[in-house]
């Protein structure tokens, strides 16, 4: 749709009556720059409706938000956002952010990466304030906060947004811990098709890096990482290599978080997310991620093929998939052991639950921690992992046993890890089917 010409003649002008600052002193000046900002936001909405429309035809993720790169003592971290949390580009989180950024993460920490995103289309600062208290951001290692580019279409004044990004930050720290890695990603140029009009087009980027320097003083008056995304212009060229850019843009964030992250991890501080996620006395929020999967508790066949299959990879005599609250441990599948709840005190999987990597004890004779009665019944090896809820608590294992000791080294734990996730699912589906 073509600008009227009026408005096709004054693109410097806007430019420089959109720019934020001291209000000047001339109540004329102060009139023309307030009659062009009302008479450019309707433009401006008509402009984010078009946008919006181009990005629809785009290929777009509809698989799980949550990826996952394997690996030992896993960093949790939430994308929550619009923007590059959407996706836009590729047809599944394994290509867009999420995935490629657990994957740069895992390379460079040498450790597991799990990333959500909490993606949600047209939010703005104002509006996001009022959402991100009910993320659960206490539950995550690493947050990667990407807002604003609403706000650049609708051509919002830059004083609007320095006040509506500083309580948005005051809210997500009032929400995260503090011992979490909190990075601010800007707001990427506006993504429009070559058939598009070129002044509106051009006035909002320029309104958005405007923005963008805003958003680069308070992170560095508050001392926050800020990474500045560059993922092109053309909305043609979001299908040609979007994963690519993607990817490039992963690795900068991977860059910022991970010494932040190295640095909590070495700590192990016990406030941390990572030491509350294995604290199995973590109050009412572990116990209802709990009693979410413990909803049904007869055998799901499909996580019993999955147990088997783990034994079977590894040639043990013995598998179990445990659940463990404050008192007990039952199982919600088990191969050659019998099906009854136990203590948790005589629960291997509770040792499990409390580490963020494997449990591996290659001889329950030497290990003065073994409870008596695994022993009396022949138990020797143990190897579990930790089984998480959909909030990130560990409330369970996938464990394999044997009659007789092993080596740690001959057990490929990632292997065990994959079986892992692949329960994790089922329990998730089991849950969500009976909601």
């Known amino acids: 749709m073509p600008l009227p010409r009026d408005h096709a003649r004054a693109p410097a002008r806007a430019a420089d009556l959109l720019r934020s600052g001291p209000v000047p002193a001339e109540a004329g000046f102060r009139s023309a ?9 309707p433009l401006a909405w008509t402009w984010v409706s078009r946008v919006q429309g181009e990005l629809d035809s785009l290929p ?35 290509l867009a952010l999420p995935g490629q950024l657990a994957r740069s993460l895992a390379v460079r920490t040498g450790r597991g990466a799990v990333v959500d995103v ?34 650049a279409l609708r051509l919002l004044p830059a004083r609007h947004w320095r006040f509506g ?20 990603l800007g707001i990427p140029p506006v993504q429009r098709s070559l058939h598009s ?19 680069a ?28 850019r993607i990817q490039g843009l992963a690795g900068d964030l991977a860059a910022v978080m991970t010494p932040a992250l190295n640095g909590v991890s070495a700590r192990g501080l016990a406030t941390s997310p990572r030491s509350a996620r294995g604290i199995i ?36 005599r013995y598998a179990a998939v445990t659940l463990i609250d404050g008192e007990s441990q039952w199982y919600k599948s088990a191969i050659n052991l019998p099906d009854r709840v136990i203590p948790r ?69 990632r292997l065990l890890q994959h079986f892992a996730i692949e329960i994790q699912r089922e329990l998730w589906q089991e849950a969500a089917a009976v909601e």
């Open 60 to 94: 777009h993720p509809v698989d799980e938000p949550r990826q996952r790169a394997v690996g030992p003592n896993a960093d949790h971290v939430l994308i929550v956002g619009n923007g590059a949390a959407i996706g836009f580009g590729v047809t599944s989180f394994r």
């Open 165 to 184: 990004l500083e309580a948005l930050l005051d809210e997500v720290d009032r929400t995260r811990d503090r011992a979490s890695v909190l990075v601010v």
């Open 345 to 413: 005190s005589l629960a291997l999987c509770a040792r499990t639950v409390q580490q963020d990597d494997a449990l591996v004890i290659e001889d329950l004779t030497t290990d003065p921690r073994s409870p008596a009665p695994m022993l009396e019944y022949g138990v020797r090896f143990y190897a579990g992992v930790p089984i998480e809820s959909r909030d990130g608590y560990r409330v369970g294992a996938l464990c394999v046993l044997d009659d007789q000791p092993h080596a740690a080294q001959d057990f490929d734990l």
């Open 217 to 244: 003083e308070v992170c560095a008056s508050r001392g926050l990482p800020y990474v500045m995304p560059d993922m092109g212009y053309r909305a043609e060229a979001m299908s040609r290599g979007a994963a690519q």
């Open 281 to 316: 006395e973590a109050g009412q929020d572990r116990q209802a991620a709990l009693d979410e999967l413990a909803l049904r508790r007869e055998r799901n066949p499909r996580i019993d093929q999955l147990t088997r299959m783990a034994k079977l990879a590894f040639g043990t």
């Open 33 to 41: 720059r307030t009659a062009l900002r009302g008479l450019l936001r």
């Open 118 to 151: 909490a993606g949600r289309r047209g939010i703005t600062a104002e509006r996001a304030r009022g959402w991100v208290g009910d993320l659960g951001l206490h539950r995550y290692d690493g947050i990667v906060l990407t807002v604003g580019a609403t706000d």
């Open 197 to 215: 009009s070129g002044f509106l087009g051009d006035l909002i980027d320029r309104h958005a890096l405007q923005l963008n320097e805003i958003t």
